[in-house]
């Protein structure tokens, strides 16, 4: 029986035996490796402690056999746009999901509860938007299809737990991982009418919100400031609490804002609008795309439009390139 193990040893040899995975393993055996006395009656183990190491570095070395039958989630889209939730885990983006959409996410105080992507549809007004829920992006735990999935949504709401005193390493983390897979987001200026659907794999960052999540919670006003500070111009920041319900109203309008898109309504000469039932185009569509949205053939015949909205006469004669707003209704002449 070797004698004079010291206390740090043992406790190295008891992470060894809490350790999960592969690279905790290999963290413990080197420090046991490091503080396991150097005698003659350890050598034995010391022996042991390097084999295991040696073996675990070439397990890690190797591919998994699996790897090429990782199984690859997608998501098809609906409504009016696509949104993922993404964030580090806890940081309670399936407690979001709960309370704006009829999905019934799993929400659990430990980490890493959901393991599948879950869609559900928020209603903002008269559009539905769909929301995505998504596993905890973390390093060494993130999957290409993740990945992949927040590359299509047309925008993404960055979840992070502002009662975390560590919240600014995670956003960090989670900022930099999603950066070397090429996901470069940023919250757009209030003033840009680009649309969000620059698609696939354009440069063109992604549009994204932050959300500072448990708002209700000590310590998470201080927290906010902070953080507010470190995102600086890029991201814009609202304060929520899937707990006390704060800011979801204003979150679901935000959304919508997020996506860059309006809701434009067609009539007929006379008759009254549906107004429960909108055309939702990119910002930026004019008369035409409305046109063509309802027919194609319609769009060559279309003379002229009569449009109804803010700042506009009633019944206002407008023309084939003339630019929409939300909100507008138009009556098609052909
Ligand atoms: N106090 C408080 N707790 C929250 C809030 N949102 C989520 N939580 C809790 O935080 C934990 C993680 O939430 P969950 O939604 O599963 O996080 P996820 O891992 O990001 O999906 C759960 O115990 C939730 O009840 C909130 O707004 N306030
Ligand atoms: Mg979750």
Redo the contacts with the bound molecule.
């Keep these: 029986m070797p004698a004079n193990l010291t206390p740090e040893y043992l406790e190295a040899e008891r992470k060894f035996r809490a350790a999960t995975t592969r690279e905790e393993k290999l963290a413990a055996l080197e420090e046991m490796l490091a503080t396991i006395p150097k005698h003659k009656g350890t050598e034995k183990m010391q022996a042991d402690i390097r084999r295991r190491i040696a073996k675990l570095r070439q397990e890690a070395g190797r591919r998994p056999s699996t790897a090429r039958h990782k199984p690859f989630f997608y998501i098809e889209k609906e409504g009016a746009g696509q949104v993922v939730l993404v ?10 999901l ?1 309370r704006l959409t009829h999905a019934a ?5 430990y ?4 393991r599948l992507p879950m869609p559900g549809m928020m209603e903002f007004e008269n559009v539905q938007i769909q929301l995505v ?1 998504m596993p ?1 992006l973390a390093p060494s735990y993130t999957e290409p299809w993740m990945l992949a999935l927040v590359r299509q949504a047309d925008a993404a709401l960055l ?1 992070f ?1 502002l ?1 975390d005193d560590d919240v600014l390493t995670k956003i960090e983390e989670t900022l930099l991982l999603l950066d070397q897979a090429n996901i470069h987001l940023r919250s757009p200026s209030p003033t840009d009418s680009s649309p969000a659907f620059e698609g696939g794999r354009t440069s063109a960052p992604k549009r994204a919100l932050v959300l500072g ?5 000590p310590g998470a006003r201080e927290n906010m400031e902070l953080v507010r500070e470190w995102l600086g111009e890029r991201f814009r920041l609202l304060p ?5 319900g704060e800011n979801l109203e204003v979150l679901r309008r935000e959304v919508y804002d997020l996506l860059g898109i309006i809701r434009v309504y067609t009539k007929e000469p006379g008759k009254k609008p549906d107004l429960t039932a909108p055309f939702v185009l990119k910002r930026g569509s004019t008369v035409a795309d409305i046109a063509r949205a309802i027919h194609r053939d319609f769009v060559e015949r279309l003379k002229y439009a009569r449009i109804w909205g803010i700042g506009k006469f009633d019944g206002q004669l407008v023309h084939r390139d003339h630019v929409l707003e939300d909100g507008d209704i138009l009556e098609l002449h052909v």
Excluded: M, R, Y
């Design positions: 964030g580090p885990p806890n940081s309670g983006k399936s407690s979001l709960a996410p799993e929400i659990a105080a980490p890493f509860t959901t829920d905890p979840v737990d009662a999540t448990k708002f209700d919670l929520v609490s899937a707990q006390t």
